[in-house]
């Protein structure tokens, strides 16, 4: 199996259309950080967090074990 992204509910009900086209471009960084990690796939979502809800893209591998959290600046750091 390859590796794949899935939108949680909170991204979906909560993103503008310039964080879609934020991770759209992010798609190849998103896929290679997951390699890097070993995960199998991730998932985007825009959790709240205070008072602001920011895009995250958290990292598993088979079987739910949780690999990492990423934002988009440190997506595109690493």
Request: hydrophobic share 35%.
């Amino acid at each position: 199996m390859s590796f794949y992204s899935k939108y949680l509910p909170t991204f979906i009900n909560n993103c503008t259309e310039f964080e879609v086209g934020m991770v759209n471009e992010l798609a190849t960084d998103l896929e290679q950080c997951g390699e890097r990690l070993g995960a199998d796939y991730a998932y985007i979502s825009k959790n709240k967090t205070g008072n602001a809800r920011p895009l995250t893209f958290a990292f598993y591998a088979k079987g739910g074990k949780f690999l990492g959290r990423r934002t988009p600046n440190t997506l595109m750091a690493s």
